[in-house]
């Protein structure tokens, strides 16, 4: 869908842009115009191929089909140096950099012209690198090492980056979500200002209100699709849902009303100098207690204080009435806890064994109570678990690595309630995960909880929380900030406990 | 939320499963086996003794020692770490054996100086590699220095000679086969039993496929890596004890290079240097085929720094092979 | 960030008060320690190490090591050993040129395997340690380069120059290593050399060519290698197949270990690696002083490169606070 006709010229333009891969198409026929001194929202779904469409502007693929012009000339975008020499820039989620090699450097390699033995201008780099700091107006000493920037200044230092290579075209992925909302507000001052130099913008996110304030188009995908492209102004919140999900939003997210039992999980003073401090709170079984809090506030260092990665240096954890020690996982496991961690590609699954040992990982006791496996047992209890939980694979034997996301993740789940566990600790568990597919987690967590046991849920998603949780907790800095029963807790409530001292006083 | 940067997404649902005969024949231990079998017909063309089963079993008690450790270097390289001291730690274990027993230590004794050091020597690597978290590469290329110096320090240059009931274990015949052979072949069942059937042996694969997983699985990682450790250590020792018997007399170069061969029977036998993957079959047909190539050289009169570059050559060209077969088989 | 800095100069600075503290220790005892003499032997003890060090440090940078440094010095300096012994009247300079050639394309041969086939440098290079071993014994037929086949002027660089007598062996050590400086820290090529090593995936996606940055890497270990190997002819005299060259690896390792290069790559100075070097020398040249029998070098070698690496492991854990609660690194 083409905008009307235009005075300006676009910048970038994508005609009939399809993608696949593996066979499987990705994205197909997208055609989109962006223009010069906009910014320009790309919104969709876990898998709706906005990203996939970002990254083939930025080089990281190659379109299947399709072409691209760039002020007016077609071009061929085919690796990320030459997408920065055309003056596309990605700036990627997790920022990439060199940790041991200065900001000066990071700012400088890749960019310098000359042979492989020329000089490196030690001094002219740092002179450059500061001046492009004052420009963003942020203070990062350029000859400190990268190693210990925070992501939002890694973040800056990309976008300097790419105002070093005048960069006309500059894409964010997802930036906000490790931020406060003062760096938020930073981040979008400069892309304002970026916007009115007259470059381009292109935002993907799918946090509408963000959108809603700082962008000025929106495109959405859906399904590998462009579904529409319109000014922010003409389209509400509605609008936009009902064009990411095809449908309009229904009530996904209840809880089921469910008995709340007896205290199955009691911290008391949970500390860890540098960490967290004096954490203190109680599970009920067959309550869903709710953690919220920016990335960064120490919830999963409580978590894995609990199950005893790292245990706490003081305070004190009670399983159903009796105080325990809890030295390592596998104590935990032997008192009835359950932690399924936040990524799961690097705490989660072991990618080329097979899904069935995936499964029965955590229960030796089951599948080999004398030390010797029972394969019979193993297959019975994994063929329950998939049916249980609805896996869709080919076969048991088949490597997880192979298994999207969503069904990986139900394996996990799979893993931990073989154990039988009283108390569940999830772990941002639904991230990365297509909506259809969140919505059949929910409905399991929620019948968990029915089944009387005892669910700490920690998450970043403010709807979810307030979906699925029966107590939401709020963590800032470290520090319990919030204990908020179902009714008190809105997505105001809890940002505001979320947001950093600092800030609170000036948070509107 | 964004796709991920490192796998495109395939099938929104699963992709279908490799077909039964796939599994079960492409992989790296059906390499060996066609190698081995190769060997043996090539082995044969060179020399009517190939084909003459004591004539093999009798060539194999040269590395017979080497094949037994390399067996628990498997499973240490499937854990995910690896050990290059176990040859050093032969030596050392053999030359503190030989100096007690020469210092009027009475037989028994000495030979358990000689297995508690070489499980000390275990302990000391693995202590440093869970203990202190350091890289098990360089630690043991740290400990196989010193060991290898401190055999060094005991033996000096000279040899250490052993009493003459105690030689010729390799000489000793159980059913025909040389013990250092049975030896080996009654460990090869053990471990594979152990490795493939039980819960020990599956937190092995575990931790070598993704060891933060294993840990919060509850798989006690560290618990499992230093007992393998220390099982090197052990194995090592006996070796050492084993050569000493072989050779009548100990020196500080005991087993020299000895870590060339224990790693190239279990990179030959498909085990993946990354972790994880691997089998004690896979070493075993290693083991012997190293052995037909080694006297098949030595029958073909190939002097010894030819075989030097065959081993150098084999281990690589084998690393290569078994690379080349898991990045096929795992999408 | 300035926390990471003052370890890092820490360290140096820690290398060199260890050598002072080790040297006045020795001198204690034995005063005859505290010589010119003395720092003469040591300075001897050391060029061979400190240009392999140079070379290694590079590859451990990239995040790759190399195990094969040491056959590759012994069959560089067999190859020239040859040269010289089939045609005597040769200008003797040449023995360079060959050598570092060949050991420019050893090293090459290793990187290749390491990036056509994706392998891990370790197993590689512990591969080419018995090949290159073994390629040594068959050329030259297992018979050593005596005395008199080694051109007394190379043999001469290792007695003295007109520079103070200093031996000309000792200033190409220090030259390599203010050659491995520059390229470390002034050129491009070099800073990416440190760039892959400490992110191995983001290099690729800042224009760096990997495959050309590791090539490059072994290139130049099998270079230094190769140097090594001509200057083993001129330090010795001769050239011994199965000798030349054994354990290199190892005292190399050691002292790239103390001088505070890290094994994950990325990190690592060519200040640090030549206090490793002369730490090292002036271990190795107390030891017959104090009456402790050669014999033990190598146990002492690996002892410190475990010492080296339990010293560093405690700094770390001790400088290593839990991050402050809210910092998002």
Redesign the interface.
């Known amino acids: 869908m083409k905008d009307a006709a235009l005075i300006t010229p676009p910048v970038l333009s994508a005609y009939g842009i399809s993608k696949q891969f593996a066979g499987i198409e990705v994205l197909s026929e997208v055609d989109l115009d962006l223009m010069p001194g906009e910014i320009h929202a790309l919104l969709g779904e876990n898998g709706a191929g906005k990203s996939t469409f970002a990254k083939i502007l930025a080089g990281v693929h190659r379109p299947t089909r399709g072409t691209l012009t760039l002020n007016g000339q077609p071009v061929e975008i085919t690796s990320p140096i030459v997408a920065q020499k055309l003056g596309i820039t990605l700036i990627h989620q997790e920022p990439i950099s060199f940790p041991d090699l200065s900001v000066a450097e990071n700012l400088v390699l890749g960019r310098q012209d000359g042979s492989a033995l020329s000089r490196v201008p030690w001094a002219d780099m740092v002179r450059e690198a500061r001046s492009l700091m004052d420009l963003l107006g942020v203070r990062i000493e350029v000859t400190h090492l990268m190693r210990g920037l925070s992501i939002a200044d890694q973040q800056m230092v990309e976008i300097a980056r790419a105002l070093a290579s005048d960069s006309r075209v500059i894409i964010m992925d997802e930036p906000t979500a490790p931020l406060t909302p003062k760096e938020v507000a930073t981040l979008f001052t400069i892309a304002r200002r970026l916007r009115d130099e007259g470059r381009t913008i292109i935002f993907i996110s799918h946090r509408l209100e963000e959108v809603r304030a700082l962008c000025d188009r929106v495109t959405i995908f859906r399904d590998g699709a462009k579904v529409a492209t319109d000014t922010i102004a003409n389209l509400t919140d509605a609008d936009i849902i009902r064009l990411m999900i095809g449908r309009p939003l229904k009530e996904y997210m209840h809880k089921q009303g469910s008995k709340i039992g007896d205290v199955a999980l009691q911290v008391s003073g949970l500390t860890t100098p540098g960490l967290f401090r004096d954490i203190s709170f109680t599970v009920r079984k067959g309550e869903i207690v709710g953690l919220g809090g920016l990335v960064g506030a120490g919830r999963t260092d409580v978590a894995k204080a609990l199950f005893g990665i790292a245990p706490a240096a003081s305070g004190s954890i009670a399983v159903n009435g009796t105080v325990a020690v809890i030295a390592d996982p596998g104590d935990a496991i032997a008192l009835g806890l359950a932690f399924v961690p936040e990524d799961r590609a690097q705490a989660g699954i072991f990618r080329s064994l097979s899904v069935e040992q995936n499964i029965t990982a955590a229960v030796p006791g089951k599948i080999a109570p004398r030390g010797v496996i029972r394969r019979g047992v193993e297959k019975l209890l994994a063929t329950q678990s998939v049916a249980r939980l609805r896996i869709r694979l080919a076969s048991l034997r088949q490597p997880i690595g192979e298994l999207s996301g969503g069904n990986q993740q139900k394996a996990i789940l799979a893993r931990w309630l073989l154990t039988e566990p009283q108390v569940l600790i999830l772990d941002e568990p639904t991230r990365g995960i297509d909506i259809g597919v969140k919505a059949e987690f929910y409905d399991m967590i929620g019948a968990l909880a029915a089944d009387g046991r005892a669910i700490l849920l920690i998450s970043s998603e403010l709807p979810e929380l307030l979906a699925l949780c029966d107590r939401v907790l709020v963590m800032s800095e470290g520090r319990l900030t919030a204990d908020l029963p179902r009714g008190q807790a809105t997505q105001e409530s809890i940002m505001q406990a979320a947001v950093p001292r600092t800030e609170r006083g000036e948070a509107a | 939320m964004t796709d991920t940067a490192a796998a495109p997404p395939l099938a929104r649902d699963a992709a279908p499963p490799r077909p039964m005969w796939h599994v079960v024949l492409v992989r790296p231990e059906t390499m060996t086996l066609v190698l081995l079998v190769l060997g043996v017909i090539v082995g044969s063309q060179l020399s009517e003794f190939f084909l003459d089963i004591n004539y093999i079993l009798k060539s194999f008690t040269l590395s017979a020692e080497f094949a037994i450790v390399a067996l628990v270097l498997t499973m240490v390289i499937i854990a995910g770490e690896i050990d290059l001291s176990p040859a050093s730690n032969m030596a050392l274990s053999a030359c503190l054996f030989a100096w007690a027993q020469q210092a009027g230590v009475p037989m028994p004794l000495a030979i358990v100086i000689g297995l508690v050091s070489g499980v000390a020597m275990g302990a000391l690597n693995g202590l440093m590699v869970i203990g202190l978290q350091l890289p098990s590469i360089i630690v043991t290329i740290g400990t196989l220095t010193l060991y290898r110096g401190l055999a060094q320090v005991i033996a000096g240059d000279k040899s250490i000679r052993v009493p003459e009931w105690f030689t010729g274990i390799n000489a000793v015949f159980i059913a025909g086969i040389p013990v250092p052979v049975l030896v080996f072949a009654l460990l090869s069942i053990v471990l594979g039993l152990v490795l493939g059937t039980t819960m020990f042996g599956r937190q092995i694969y575990l931790i070598g496929t993704n060891e933060v997983a294993a840990r919060h699985a509850g798989v006690r990682s560290r618990r499992i890596r230093m007992i393998l450790f220390l099982l090197m250590g052990f194995a090592s020792a006996v070796a050492g004890l084993m050569t000493a018997s072989r050779l009548g007399s100990v020196r500080y170069d005991l087993g020299l290079g000895g870590e060339l061969q224990m790693v190239l029977m279990a990179m030959l036998g498909g085990t993946y240097i990354f972790g994880g993957r691997g089998t004690i079959l896979g070493t075993f047909l290693a083991a012997w085929l190293l052995v037909i190539v080694t006297t098949g050289m030595i029958v073909a009169n190939w002097l010894p720094a030819w075989q030097l570059c065959v081993l150098g050559i084999l281990l690589i060209v084998s690393i290569i092979a078994t690379n080349f077969i898991y990045s096929r088989t795992q999408r | ?2 926390l ?2 003052s370890i890092l100069l820490r360290r140096e600075a820690g290398i060199a008060v260890m050598i002072v503290l080790f040297c006045l220790a020795v001198g204690m005892v034995k005063p005859q320690f505290l010589t010119l003499g003395s720092l003469r032997i040591v300075l001897l003890l050391v060029p061979l190490i400190m240009i392999g060090a140079m070379g290694q440090m590079l590859v451990i940078v990239a995040r790759h ?1 190399d195990l094969s440094i040491g056959s590759m010095l012994g069959l560089t300096a067999m190859a020239s050993g040859m040269m010289f012994r089939h045609y005597p009247e040769i200008w003797w300079p040449l023995g360079f040129a060959l050598s570092i050639g060949v050991g420019a394309l050893l090293g090459l041969f290793n990187g290749l ?1 390491v990036t056509m ?4 440098a ?3 290079t ?13 050329m030259s037929n ?1 018979k050593q380069i005596d005395r008199q086949y080694v051109p007394s002027a190379l043999k001469s660089m290792s007695q003295t120059s007109p520079i103070f007598g200093i031996p000309w062996i000792i200033f190409i050590a220090f030259g390599v290593a203010l050659l491995t400086y520059w390229f470390a ?8 050399v ?2 892959l ?3 191995p ?2 290099a690729p ?4 060519n990997v495959t050309r940055v590791t090539l490059l890497v072994f290139a130049i270990s099998g270079a230094f290698s190769g140097l090594a190997g001509i200057l083993y002819a001129s330090r010795w005299g001769f050239v011994n197949p199965s000798n030349t060259g054994n ?1 290199f690896e ?1 005292q190399v ?2 002292a790239v ?1 103390i001088g505070g290069v890290s ?1 994950n790559g ?2 690592g100075s060519v200040a640090g690696t030549v206090l490793g070097v002369l730490l090292l020398g002036c271990v190795s040249a107390a030891l017959p002083l104090l009456g402790i ?1 050669g ?9 410190v ?2 010492v080296a ?2 010293i560093d ?1 405690l700094v770390r854990m001790q400088g290593q ?9």
Do not use: D, E, W
Not at chain 3, 117 to 120: G, H, K, V, Y
Not at chain 3, 185 to 192: D, N, S
Not at chain 3, 205 to 208: H, V
């Open positions: 960030m300035s990471l800095r090591v395997l086939f994706r392998l891990p370790i197993i590689v512990l591969g080419t340690l018995s090949l290159y071993r073994g390629i040594t014994f068959i297992a820290m002034h050129t491009r090529v070099g800073r990416q440190y760039a090593g400490s992110n995936v983001a996606l800042r224009g760096i354990g190892f390792i050691a270990v094994i990325g990190v029998p014999t033990t070098q190598s146990a002492i070698y690996g002892a490169i475990l690496l339990l492991r606070k839990p991050a402050t609660a809210g910092a998002r690194a």
